[in-house]
């Protein structure tokens, strides 16, 4: 089959690759649309870790098509979205706690694992969740972020009732967890850039005010959702003193700041790698109670062929969500 792969020279191109086997505990999707992360665009540049040659793609909404043994076949022909680990070891503290995304050993779709930026992808069984039908295809992708952003603000419960949250970033990630916010009850005010105006906009239409300058010291928990460096300085400088920076974006590189902040106003300093069980119940809850609305969020879905236009359009103001499909 066809797949948009990190290659064992290190560049991205779309390539002829095997469909891998069907094994115990696994499924075939055929891929419905996957969308295209920030991590692909740091794994095509070297700046996240991968094991080429691979096909890229982890954020995955696809139809159960085939079913290994030992699967329900109940699964068959059903709407799924999916977690992205391949596999764990399921013996480490970590597996053990319930965290298997902390597992050392954790081997992920699109970076280790082949994922699904092709026609089909196995995974197992254990990753699928069923899309509500109230969700299209392409809005499904939006489950893997997020449940990432549950996974930073929820888990445990990083925003309550009545606080003043600023979410700095307007793309996908800052826009769901906007919304993540406003469903616990915060007042949340958007940070963007005078070039995020379309994006900013949406940010207005979901309940919360947006803003491009930021006030010092007024919030009480900043989620930053850029991972530029002056995102995390605007996040430091925002927040108020004995309160909570959410770090949700990923910079791919080394970054400066003024890291004494943290001692200074006594800052609560977390974050959230990638999602867990945990977090995809709450994501799945959000979005069945209509608390959480991830339609009209992908704004260009392209053919696997247009990958490079795909690529170049993430981060870019005139999109948030962009997604291939087969």
């Known amino acids: 089959m066809i797949g948009v792969t990190k290659t064992a020279g290190g560049e991205v191109a779309l390539t002829e690759r095997a ?3 069907v094994r115990a505990g696994q499924v075939r999707l055929e891929v419905k649309a996957a969308g295209v992360c920030g991590t692909d665009v740091h ?3 070297g700046e996240y870790a991968a094991e080429p040659p691979v096909t890229m793609g982890h954020e995955i909404s696809g139809t159960v098509v085939e079913a290994g043994e030992g699967v329900d076949p109940a699964w068959l022909g ?3 979205a999916c977690e992205t680990y391949f596999s764990a070891c399921e013996a480490c ?3 053990r706690s319930g965290r298997r995304n902390l597992c050392p050993d954790r081997r992920s779709l699109g970076s280790f694992e082949d994922g699904g930026f092709a026609s089909s992808v196995v995974v197992p069984a254990l990753n699928l969740h069923p899309v509500p039908d109230h969700v299209g295809d392409e809005d499904a992708v939006l489950f893997e972020p997020l449940a990432c952003v549950t996974q930073c603000l929820l888990d445990p419960a990083r925003v309550s009732a009545g606080d003043r949250v600023l979410v700095i970033g307007p793309g996908a990630m800052g826009l769901l967890s906007v919304q993540v916010a406003l469903a616990a009850g915060a007042q949340v ?3 963007g850039l005078p070039a995020d105006v379309r994006r900013l906009a949406v940010a207005e239409r979901m309940g919360a005010t947006t803003a491009t300058d930021v006030e010092p010291e007024a ?7 850029s991972g530029a460096a002056g995102g995390i300085s605007t996040a430091l400088r925002a927040v108020r003193r004995g309160g909570r920076h959410v770090q949700v974006g990923i910079s ?3 970054v400066t700041m003024a890291f004494d902040t943290v001692l200074y106003k006594e800052l609560e300093v977390s974050s959230g790698f990638a ?3 945990a977090s995809w119940r709450r994501a799945l809850d959000l979005v069945a109670r209509r608390q959480v609305d991830l339609a009209g969020l992908v704004t260009h879905t392209l053919p696997l062929e247009r990958w490079e236009e795909a690529f170049a359009l993430v981060g870019s103001p005139a999109a948030i969500k962009v997604a291939l499909r087969p």
């Open 219 to 225: 919030y009480d928990t900043v989620v930053e959702c």
């Open 252 to 254: 791919g590189r080394e």
């Open 19 to 21: 469909a891998r086997p």
């Open 78 to 80: 059903q709407r799924v």
């Open 275 to 277: 999602s867990t069980p």
């Open 43 to 45: 794994i095509a540049a």
């Open 189 to 191: 005010t958007c940070l």
């Open 93 to 95: 503290r970590m597996c």
